[in-house]
């Protein structure tokens, strides 16, 4: 977006016209814009690792529940097969 200003000069020298242009920063938008998708990979592979830590840990969790329960069933067996 551009602003545009025209001053016309007038008097005892040659008349003449100033065009002034300014342009808004597009840069600063676009900067902001790489800094946010950034972020927003970072913080995927953040919570994408860390839910692949916990699937880890609940697995192992229920293994070792499924361990202990293998382990009493064959105790109450050993136990049973004894009293007979």
């Known amino acids: 977006m551009a602003d545009e200003r025209v001053t016309e000069t007038y008097g005892t020298q040659q008349p ?3 065009v002034i242009e ?12 790489i800094v946010l998708l950034i972020a927003v990979l970072v913080g995927g592979f953040y919570l994408f690792s860390r839910g692949g830590a916990e699937n880890r840990r ?6 070792a529940a499924k361990s202990v329960g ?10 049973s097969s004894d009293g007979k």
């Not at 293998?70 to 136990?79: E, F, L, N, R, Y």
Request: aromatic share 0%.
């Open 16 to 18: 003449h016209t100033t």
């Open 22 to 33: 300014r342009r808004s920063g597009g840069g600063g938008g676009m900067a902001i814009a």
């Open 58 to 63: 609940d697995a192992a969790v229920t293994s």
């Open 70 to 79: 293998d382990t009493a069933k064959k105790a109450g067996d050993a136990i």
